[in-house]
């Protein structure tokens, strides 16, 4: 590497005039080599090696080997040298526009949209696109804070996943992946986000897609050779993944769980428009000039005729999700098969749903039909109750000598303490104390193993 070793004693030249008298020819224009210096090292992503590292002995930003310095250099004056981790050099990206009023524009939006009978397909088309631009923006400013992170590296991420070691990742090994990192997520919706990641054509993420899953397409960062430079040369431990913060498990998880959140709502759209006599009228009313085709300018139109003042970078990655071949226009058939409902493929789903990752959902049921069953078990005890009163009231008050007399002690037959047994084992899957806070608390049975 060059080091530029500047004279003491040198006059502190204008920028530009000692290059002055240095022309190239490029094309029909004859220029200076500074038209273009500020531009000559911009990296977005400080992907370069030189601006990755914490060394105090590289070379400034904007050197290079036959220049000098833009500025005077003087021995014994610190230089200044580019700071990966200060927030002011890092670049405005146009697509990443999260103001922090853009979420309450968005649901403003939203409020004030039409509520007719005759559009409401097309109102509910835009409310999903509002609402997927909002979650599109926190997946954005996550995936921005995980490529600022000079200690994330996708490649060490990905080995932990790919527990075979086979360069791939199938479902079995993407769920167990998300368990060691405590993300909980729902089963159905997981296999969604699966299959649109790379699992649709072979049922593995490759690593490309495994990083276009979890950083986004417009990444420039090297997937092999940089980040997390300070374990590259420690072995990697499986069970538990080291490599990783506390602040970038958080941040891994909540972009896990903004994608679930993009699945289930393309979940309730498929419900309302998910037949093809809908999608073909709307397909229609998108393509503007009925070119054959949908392009980003279409989506951004037709949200502003419905009262928004949306832009490109808003709608991107409503349109990005649209098209399985990451184009910028998307026809017919993936409009399709994007809002589809499969009847035969949703009762398939239905029918392989995971109990146990979807426990919450058959707790609720087992606790209404628990409540149901108590509400006839304490109507039968309170009508008993009355019957065994009623009798007392009817009978003739005993004497003081007939109340003296001892009674016999009567053992139950085994038949009824049978019935007694079952009906406690019955009882033994208790509720929580919230719905029954007077009741007896059971012991609960030992729950099955989950994973």
Same mark, same amino acid.
């Given at each position: ?48 090696? &030189? *601006? ?6 590289? !070379? ?34 146009? &697509? ?15 409020? *004030? ?37 000079? !200690? ?61 899953? @979890? ?66 009228? @709307? ?20 949200? *502003? ?14 349109? +990005?999700?649209?098209?399985?071949? &990451? ?30 990752? +979807? !426990? ?92």
């Amino acid at each position: 590497m060059y080091y530029h070793n500047p004279d003491p004693y040198q006059q502190p030249y204008t920028h530009g005039q000692y290059n002055e008298k240095t022309y190239r020819n490029s094309g029909f224009l004859t220029e200076t080599q500074d038209d273009y210096g500020d531009y000559q090292y911009y990296d977005p992503y400080q992907s370069q090696l &030189h *601006n990755r590292t914490y060394l105090n002995d590289v !070379r400034p930003l904007n050197y290079t080997y036959n220049e000098y310095p833009s500025y005077p250099v003087k021995m014994g004056q610190p230089q200044l040298y580019f700071d990966p981790n200060d927030p002011s050099n890092i670049p405005f990206m146009p &697509h990443e526009r999260c103001d922090d009023g853009y979420q309450e524009y968005v649901l403003q939006f939203i409020k *004030n949209l039409p509520r007719s009978t005759q559009n409401f397909e097309e109102v509910a088309f835009a409310k999903y696109m509002a609402e997927c631009s909002i979650i599109d923006k926190k997946i954005w400013k996550l995936q921005k804070m995980l490529k600022q992170d000079q !200690r994330f590296n996708v490649k060490l991420l990905f080995d932990f996943f790919d527990s075979k070691k086979n360069g791939t990742i199938d479902y079995s090994e993407f769920q167990l992946g998300l368990q060691k990192l405590d993300i909980i997520l729902n089963s159905i919706e997981l296999s969604q986000m699966f299959l649109r990641y790379g699992g649709n054509d072979d049922n593995q993420i490759s690593s490309v897609e495994f990083k276009y899953m @979890l950083l986004g397409p417009d990444d420039q960062q090297q997937f092999m050779q940089f980040g997390a430079m300070h374990y590259m040369h420690h072995p990697l431990k499986q069970n538990i993944p080291q490599f990783l913060s506390v602040a970038q498990r958080e941040w891994i998880c909540e972009i896990m769980h903004l994608q679930l959140q993009l699945e289930r709502n393309l979940n309730f759209i498929k419900e309302v428009i998910g037949t093809k006599d809908i999608l073909l009228a @709307l397909f229609k009313q998108l393509d503007i000039g009925m070119k054959g085709y949908i392009t980003i300018q279409d989506l951004v139109v037709y949200m *502003n005729e419905l009262g928004g003042q949306f832009e490109q970078y808003d709608l991107k990655g409503c349109l +990005d999700r649209m098209s399985k071949v &990451h184009c910028s226009r998307i026809n017919f058939n993936e409009f399709k098969t994007e809002f589809f409902l499969d009847d035969k493929k949703k009762s398939d789903q239905d029918q392989n749903v995971d109990i146990m990752s +979807d !426990r919450l959902k058959t707790r609720q049921k087992d606790y209404i039909q628990e409540l149901h069953k108590r509400t006839k078990d304490l109507q039968n005890q309170q009508q008993q109750a009355q019957k065994l009163s009623t009798d007392r009231k009817s009978q003739p008050f005993l004497t003081t000598t007939q109340n003296k007399q001892p009674q016999p002690y009567v053992i139950q037959p085994p038949v009824i303490q049978k019935k007694k047994q079952e009906q406690t084992s019955q009882l033994d899957d208790d509720l929580d104390d919230l719905l029954f806070p007077g009741f007896q608390k059971y012991e609960l049975q030992a729950p099955d193993q989950e994973y």
